[in-house]
T-cell receptor
Framework: RKEVEQDPGPFNVPEGATVAFNCTYS??????FFWYRQDCRKEPKLLMS???SGNEDGRFTAQLNRASQYISLLIRDSKLSDSATYLC???????????FGKGTRLSVIA | DGGITQSPKYLFRKEGQNVTLSCEQN?????MYWYRQDPGQGLRLIYY???????QKGDIAEGYSVSREKKESFPLTVTSAQKNPTAFYLC?????????????FGEGSWLTVV
């Protein structure tokens, strides 16, 4: 089992739709979690950290379920500019390097 | 402006040649990383360094070498021993004391073997 797994997609959704991505991780000792966004042929950029209580930033909501070892990202009212690959990232702790999922590709269609 | 600078952005290499990709950061970050990304694939860790004059192998270190003589700099050499070097190379850094070790990336370098 891969340490961080994501559905690769692509998810093709119309503008204004709500879309959710899930990510599972295998190491129960993992301590912190992030969602990164990567545009085509660009570097990944931090979208948001994921906190145990869940957190929201505008149209984006991230949730963490430690018991089931999964993280989710919800995007409401999708925009064309949301089209990108979304990377789930996990920190095992102890200053070890972050572990990246392979990403889920989203295409928002007019 | 603070950030991570990679150069060159595009590089063509003949088979059998070594090439060095530069990575400089002025964020005063302790840790630096090199990742490789192939088309449609995720990021794979090549090498990382958490302190000057020390570095660790990642998942795919064979055919690569690094040095960390200064905190700001972490160059990556792609040697002729790397059989399939054509890829997108990303340098990153993080402040180890930061909660969760958030990582920041440079703009990447595209290496093509011709």
């Amino acid at each position: 089992r891969k340490e961080v797994e994501q559905d690769p997609g692509p998810f093709n959704v119309p503008e204004g739709a709500t879309v959710a991505f899930n990510c599972t991780y295998s190491n129960s000792a993992s301590q912190s979690f992030f969602w990164y966004r990567q545009d085509c042929r660009k570097e990944p950029k931090l979208l948001m950290s994921v906190y145990s209580s869940g957190n929201e930033d505008g149209r984006f909501t991230a949730q963490l379920n430690r018991a089931s070892q999964y993280i989710s990202l919800l995007i409401r009212d999708s925009k064309l500019s949301d089209s990108a690959t979304y990377l789930c990232v996990v920190n095992r702790g102890g200053n070890t390097p972050l572990v990246f999922g392979k990403g889920t590709r989203l295409s928002v269609i007019a | 402006d603070g950030g991570i600078t990679q150069s060159p952005k595009y590089l063509f290499r003949k088979e059998g040649q070594n090439v060095t990709l530069s990575c400089e950061q002025n964020l005063n970050h302790d840790a630096m990383y090199w990742y490789r990304q192939d088309p449609g694939q995720g990021l794979r860790l090549i090498y990382y360094s958490q302190i000057v004059n020390d570095f660790q192998k990642g998942d795919i270190a064979e055919g690569y070498s690094v040095s960390r003589e200064k905190k700001e700099s972490f160059p990556l050499t792609v040697t002729s021993a790397q059989k399939n070097p054509t890829a997108f190379y990303l340098c990153a850094s993080s402040p180890l004391r930061d909660s969760g070790n958030t990582i920041y990336f440079g703009e990447g370098s595209w290496l093509t073997v011709v």
